[in-house]
C-alpha cells in the first residue's frame, strides 16, 4: 500500500504564496511512479487537476494556474511540491495529491492523500 501526506495548507491573503508538500511512503511495498498530479475540489465542484510532473520530470499545468504555480519532484525523498504563487480566493480549495504506477511492476494503482486546505481570503 502507498500513503500520500500532504503539508503546508493554510490561509493567505490575495497575491500571496504557499508552498504544498506531498510525501509518498511505499515502504510497504514495490511502486514504480508514472506522475504526480495535484489536484484541487471546492465544496459540490468537480475535482479538477491542477499540475503533474512524470517520473522524467515533464511538468503539465491546469489551464487556469500556469504560469502562477509550479510544480517540482524530489526523487530522492519521494515528495513532491506545488509552490502557488499570486493566490487569488477562486484558489480556495482543498488540494490533493494522486500518484499513479505500478506496483511491483504488474498493477498499475493510484492512490489519493487526504487533502490539504488553501484559504485565500483578506
Known amino acids: 500500500q502507498v500513503q500520500l501526506v500532504e503539508s503546508g495548507g493554510g490561509l493567505v491573503q490575495p497575491g500571496g504564496s504557499l508552498t504544498l508538500s506531498c510525501v509518498m511512503d511505499a515502504s510497504g511495498t514495490i511502486f514504480n511512479v508514472d506522475a504526480m498530479y495535484w489536484y484541487r475540489q471546492g465544496a459540490g465542484e468537480e475535482r479538477e487537476m491542477v499540475a503533474s510532473?512524470?517520473?522524467?520530470?515533464?511538468?503539465f499545468y491546469g489551464w487556469n494556474t500556469q504560469g502562477r504555480f509550479t510544480i517540482s519532484r524530489d526523487s530522492t525523498k519521494n515528495t513532491v511540491f506545488l509552490r502557488m504563487n499570486s493566490l487569488k480566493p477562486e484558489d480556495t480549495n482543498v488540494y490533493y495529491c494522486?500518484?499513479?504506477?505500478?506496483?511491483?511492476?504488474?498493477?498499475?494503482?493510484?492512490?489519493w492523500g487526504q487533502g490539504t486546505q488553501v484559504t485565500v481570503s483578506s
Open positions: 494522486n500518484v499513479e504506477g505500478y506496483e511491483r511492476g504488474i498493477y498499475k494503482r493510484t492512490f
Open positions: 510532473i512524470t517520473s522524467s520530470g515533464s511538468a
